[in-house]
C-alpha cells in the first residue's frame, strides 16, 4: 500500500520548511532510509529520509516551495500502484516570491538596488564550501536550483566541464570597485537568530560573571594526550572545556535548566552545545551525555557535527536538545566576551583564548598560560553567588584536568 511522506518537524519551533532539491525523481526505487529530499530549515540545509522502501510514485510539491510541517510531499508505493486518494497539493507560494525589502519609501531606491550579480550568485552552503575550496568563481557557474540558486551539482559539473569558472587574478587597475549600497535579504538562518537573540535579549534577565583560568595543566596534559592520538583524533583545548563544563554542571543542576514561567525545569541529561560559525549565521551543535562520555568520544563526536554543520549537512538530532551552551572565540585571538543565552537555556559560557601573559605567583614574576571565560545566566534562574561558585568548580577540572579522565 502506498505510504505518504510528509514535510518532518525538525524542532519544536520549526513550522515550515523550503524544499529545496529533490533527490529521487518518479520512478526511482527507495529504500527505507534513503534521501528522498533536501529542505531548508530556520536553522540549516538537512535530508529529508524516506519512511517507506518502494517506488516514488508521485512529488506532490514542487522545489522551491514553501512548505508546513506534516503537510504532504511524496507517496512511495509499489510500481504501478494506483493512487486512489489525491492528497491536496501545497499553495504557498515559492519562498523566492516572497518580498525581499520593506515598502520604497522606507530606502532611497538608490540604496535599495540589488546588482545583477549578486542575484546570479545565490547558492546552498555547501555548494558555497565546494566552489570556495576550488576556486570556482560562482558568478560564472549557471545555478539549476529554486529560482536559479547554484546547488552542488552544478559546481560538480562546472568544474568537469571546459568552462573554467575558476577566479581568474587581475592587475589592481582593472579591479572595479563598487561603492552602491546593497540591500541583501537575510538567509532563514539570520532571519532565525535575529529573531531568537532580540527575544532573548529583551525578554530574559542576563547577569555575567567572569573568571581567569591557569591553563598550563591543561596544555601539557593536551600534549602528551596527543602523542599518542592519530591527526584526526587530536583533542583540542575545547574539547577539555566542555568535558570539564558538563562535570561541573553535575555539581551545580540549577544551571543545567530552562525557565518554564511557572516554574525551573532541571534537565536529568546532561548535552552541552557547542556555536559553530557557519556561512551566514551560527549553529550550535549537540553533544549528548557529555558528563558521562570520554573525552575522546566527546572530540570524535564533535568534529563530525561540526564539520556536518559547515557543510550544511546536519541531521536534527545534531542540533537539537542542548541544555547549555559553549560559545569559544578562542581560535580568533580574542581576550574575553560575553554571549547572549540561547532560549531556553539558563546559561551559556563565554571562552577566550588560553595565552601566555605575564603573571605574579607568590610574589614572583613569570610566564602562565591563562584564559578568561564569562557565564551568561538567565537572572529568573539563577543569582550571582551560585554561577561565581560554578565557576570555581569549573576551574577546579581545568586547573586539575586528569580528574576529567578518571
Not at 546547488?151 to 572595479?176: C, F, W
Not at 602562565?368 to 570555581?392: L, N, P
Request: aromatic share 4%.
Amino acid at each position: 500500500m502506498a505510504e505518504t511522506i510528509s514535510m518532518p518537524k525538525l524542532g519544536f519551533d520549526m513550522a515550515e520548511g523550503l524544499l529545496v532539491r529533490w533527490v529521487r525523481q518518479v520512478g526511482e526505487t527507495i529504500n527505507k532510509g534513503d534521501v528522498l529530499a533536501e529542505i531548508e530549515t530556520d536553522k540549516a540545509t538537512v535530508e529529508v529520509e524516506s519512511s517507506a522502501s518502494g517506488v516514488v510514485l508521485q512529488l506532490i510539491v514542487d522545489q522551491g516551495t514553501v512548505v508546513p510541517v506534516n503537510a504532504p510531499i511524496a507517496i512511495v508505493g509499489k510500481a504501478g500502484e494506483v493512487i486512489s486518494d489525491q492528497p491536496a497539493g501545497i499553495s504557498k507560494k515559492p519562498a523566492d516570491e516572497k518580498p525581499l525589502r520593506a515598502a520604497p519609501t522606507v530606502v532611497p531606491v538608490s540604496q535599495a538596488v540589488v546588482s545583477a550579480e549578486s542575484d546570479s550568485v545565490k547558492a546552498s552552503p555547501l555548494a558555497k564550501k565546494i566552489a570556495r575550496d576550488n576556486k570556482v568563481n560562482l558568478a560564472n557557474v549557471q545555478g539549476t536550483g529554486p529560482g536559479g540558486r547554484i546547488v552542488r551539482k552544478d559546481i560538480e559539473a562546472a568544474l568537469s566541464s571546459n568552462q573554467s569558472p575558476v577566479t581568474s587574478v587581475q592587475s589592481p587597475s582593472a579591479v572595479i570597485v563598487s561603492h552602491e549600497d546593497e540591500a541583501i535579504a537575510p538567509t532563514r538562518l539570520r532571519q532565525a537568530i535575529a529573531r531568537r537573540m532580540t527575544e532573548s535579549k529583551t525578554s530574559v534577565p542576563h547577569f555575567y560573571v567572569t573568571h581567569e583560568y591557569k591553563m598550563e595543566a591543561v596544555m601539557t596534559l593536551r600534549k602528551q594526550v596527543n602523542e599518542y592520538l592519530s591527526d584526526s583524533e587530536k583533542l583540542s583545548v575545547n574539547d577539555f572545556i566542555v568535558k570539564a563544563v558538563a562535570l561541573a554542571l553535575r555539581e551545580f543542576p540549577n544551571l543545567n535548566a530552562s525557565f518554564a514561567g511557572d516554574k525551573v525545569v532541571r534537565h536529568g541529561a546532561v548535552n552541552v552545545g557547542v556555536a559553530v560559525a557557519v556561512e551566514n549565521g551560527l549553529l550550535t551543535v549537540v553533544n549528548k551525555n557529555t558528563d558521562q562520555q570520554p573525552l575522546r568520544q566527546i572530540s570524535m563526536d564533535l568534529k563530525n557535527k561540526v564539520a556536518h554543520a559547515r557543510e550544511g549537512k546536519v541531521r536534527p538530532e545534531d542540533i537539537e536538545g542542548s541544555t547549555f551552551s559553549v560559545s569559544n572565540m578562542g581560535m580568533y585571538d580574542v581576550e574575553n566576551f560575553i554571549a547572549i543565552l540561547n532560549p531556553p537555556e539558563a546559561g551559556i559560557l563565554a571562552v577566550g583564548s588560553a595565552r601566555e601573559v605575564p603573571v605574579v605567583e607568590s610574589g614572583v614574576l613569570k610566564v602562565g598560560w591563562r584564559m578568561k571565560a564569562t557565564i551568561s545566566v538567565d537572572h529568573r534562574v539563577s543569582d550571582g553567588a551560585e554561577a561565581a561558585k560554578f565557576m570555581q568548580a569549573l576551574a577546579g577540572f581545568l586547573e586539575n584536568p586528569v580528574r576529567m579522565l578518571v
